[in-house]
C-alpha cells in the first residue's frame, strides 16, 4: 500500500467515524425531539379535549363532548380518542361502534394509579392517558366521593415521522458517503500535487543516486516541510559528491601507494635475491680464492717436493761417487739437515768389524764427532735399534740431548742394512720454529734408504780394498 492510499485511507476513516458518530448524534437528538414534539402534542389534544369537556359538562351537553371526539378524530395521525369510565367502560369514542364496550387497554382497580404522561408503545404509537377529575359542577351527575370521572386516551400515529426520519437517515448516510468520496477525491488530488509529486521527485532523485549520478538534486516548488526536505536532500547529496569525490582521491593515492609498494617490495626482494646471489659470489670467490691458495699452496709444496727429489737425486748421485765412510756419513749428516731444515741432526753408526761413530751436526757449529756419546745405549732411543722391526720416532722430546739444556720437536729413524738395525738417525728443533710433518719423515726414510746404500757399497769398498791389501802383502811376504 502506497503512502498516497494510506493518508487518503487514514483521512476518510477519520472523516467517516467523525461524520457518522456527528450524524448518529444529531439523528438520536432529531428523532428523540420528534418524539417529545409528538408527546407535547398528544399531550396538547389532551388538554384541549379536557378544556372542551369541561365547557360541556358545565352545560350539560354532554352530546358535543362525542362530536369535538370525532372531530378531533378526523386527523389521520389520531388512530384512536376514548373516554373511559374509572371502570373501564368506554363513554365516548371516535369509533361509535365500541361504546359501552369493556377496554382492553385501559383497566383501573384500587392498586394502580393512572400515569398522566404521554408513553410510546411501540416505534409507531403514542399511547396518552389524561385524567378527568370530578369537580363541583361535576357533582350533579357524579357522587361528590368520586375523584376521578373518567380518563381520555388518546392513540396518536407517528410512523410518518418515523418515515420522514429514516428517509433523513438514509439522506444522511447517502450525502455522508458522498462527502467522503468528495473529500476523499479532493485529498486525492491535493495529496498527489503537494504531497505525492514532491516525494516522487524526491524517490526519482534518490534512485538516480543509486544509479551513480552524484550531480542529481530534488527540484524544490515549495516552502513547506516538503521543500525544506528537499532543500537538505540536495545539501546532504552536494556534501555525499564532495566526500565520495575525496574519498576517490584518497583511494586512487592508496592505489599508487600499493602500486609504489608493491614495486618497492619487488624492488627490494630483487635486491634481497642480488645480495643472496652476491652473498653465494663471495662464498664462491672465498672458496676459489681458498681452493686458489689451495692449489698455490700445493704447487708451493709440489715445487718444494721436486726440489727435494732434486736434491735427493744429487744427494744419492753424490752419495754413490764416495767410498770413505766418515766422509759419507758427514756428506748425508748436512744433506739431511738442509733437505729438512733441522738446526740439530746426530747420526750413529756400529759395526761389528769396527768401532761406533757418532756425528752430531748443530748449525753455527759445524760437525763434531760424540766417541764418548752412543745412541744405541741412550733409553729415549732404545726402539729405534729394535732388531725385530723398523721403528720411526716423531715428536717433541721430553730429555736433553747433547747437553743442550732445550727440549723441543724431534724425528728419528732406525738405519737397516739386510734386515739388521746398524744404526740411526735423529733430527731436532726446526730452524722456523715450526713441527716436523709427514713429508719430512718420508724424505728422511727416502735419505735413510739411500744413505744406507751409500755405506753398504763404501764398506763393501773398504772390505775389498783391505782383502787385496792383505792379498799383495801375502804376495809380497
Known amino acids: ?37 409528538k408527546l407535547q402534542d398528544s399531550e396538547f389534544i389532551g388538554n384541549i379535549i379536557m378544556g372542551s369537556i369541561e365547557n360541556e359538562m358545565k352545560e350539560g351537553n354532554t352530546q358535543e363532548v362525542q362530536k369535538i371526539l370525532e372531530n378531533i378524530g378526523k386527523n389521520k395521525e389520531i388512530l384512536n380518542l376514548r373516554i373511559f369510565s374509572p ?20 383497566v383501573l382497580n384500587s392498586s394502580k394509579r393512572i400515569s398522566q404522561k404521554p408513553t410510546l408503545m411501540d416505534d409507531t404509537t403514542i399511547n396518552y392517558f389524561k385524567n378527568i377529575p370530578n369537580k363541583t359542577e361535576c357533582f350533579g351527575c357524579h357522587n361528590s366521593k368520586d375523584t376521578l370521572i373518567g380518563v381520555i386516551q388518546i392513540k396518536h400515529d407517528i410512523s410518518r415521522n418515523f418515515a420522514m426520519m429514516l428517509s433523513i437517515k438514509r439522506l444522511l448516510v447517502f450525502s455522508n458517503i458522498s462527502i467522503v468520496l468528495i473529500i476523499s477525491i479532493i485529498l486525492s488530488l491535493l495529496v498527489s500535487h503537494f504531497i505525492m509529486k514532491p516525494l516522487k521527485n524526491l524517490l526519482s532523485t534518490i534512485h538516480d543516486i543509486e544509479a551513480g549520478n552524484l550531480q542529481a538534486t530534488v527540484k524544490v516548488s515549495t516552502n513547506d516541510e516538503l521543500g525544506l526536505i528537499g532543500e537538505s536532500f540536495n545539501k546532504m547529496i552536494s556534501e555525499i559528491s564532495r566526500l565520495y569525490n575525496r574519498n576517490l582521491g584518497v583511494e586512487r593515492g592508496l592505489s599508487r601507494l600499493k602500486v609504489e609498494l608493491e614495486h618497492k617490495n619487488k624492488v627490494e626482494e630483487l635486491n634481497l635475491q642480488l645480495e643472496l646471489k652476491i652473498k653465494e659470489l663471495e662464498t664462491a670467490n672465498k672458496a676459489i680464492t681458498s681452493l686458489s691458495k689451495e692449489v698455490k699452496g700445493k704447487n708451493i709444496e709440489l715445487e718444494k717436493a ?43 753408526l756400529k759395526n761389528d768389524q769396527k768401532p761406533s761413530l ?36 716423531s715428536g717433541t722430546a721430553p730429555y736433553k740431548i747433547a747437553d743442550t739444556g732445550k727440549n723441543g720437536p724431534h724425528i728419528g729413524i732406525s738405519l737397516r742394512m739386510k734386515n739388521k738395525v746398524i744404526g740411526a738417525m735423529f733430527l731436532e728443533n726446526k730452524s722456523d720454529g715450526s713441527n716436523f710433518t709427514e713429508d719430512e719423515l718420508e724424505i728422511l726414510t727416502t735419505l735413510s734408504n739411500q744413505a744406507m746404500v751409500a755405506i753398504e757399497n763404501a764398506w763393501l769398498y773398504e772390505s775389498v780394498k783391505t782383502n787385496d791389501f792383505a792379498t799383495i802383502q801375502s804376495l809380497i811376504n
Do not use: C, W
Open 306 to 348: 721436486v726440489e727435494r727429489l732434486k736434491k735427493i737425486n744429487e744427494v744419492g748421485r753424490i752419495l754413490s761417487s764416495i767410498i770413505e765412510t766418515e766422509e759419507l756419513m758427514r756428506i748425508i749428516i748436512r744433506t739431511t739437515a738442509d733437505l729438512i731444515n733441522a738446526e740439530k741432526v746426530t747420526l750413529h
Open 358 to 393: 757418532t756425528l752430531q751436526y748443530q748449525r753455527g757449529v759445524g760437525i763434531e764427532n760424540l766417541n764418548n756419546f752412543s745412541l744405541e745405549f741412550n733409553p729415549a732411543y732404545s726402539k729405534l735399534f729394535n732388531p725385530e722391526r723398523p721403528s720411526l720416532l
Open 87 to 106: 371502570d373501564g367502560t368506554i363513554l365516548k369514542s371516535v369509533n361509535v361502534s365500541e361504546i359501552g364496550t369493556r377496554s382492553s387497554d385501559y
Open 1 to 37: 500500500m502506497v503512502i498516497k492510499t494510506k493518508i487518503i485511507t487514514i483521512i476518510a476513516l477519520s472523516i467517516i467515524l467523525t461524520v457518522g458518530s456527528t450524524t448518529a448524534v444529531l439523528l438520536r437528538m432529531q428523532s428523540s425531539k420528534m418524539l417529545q414534539d
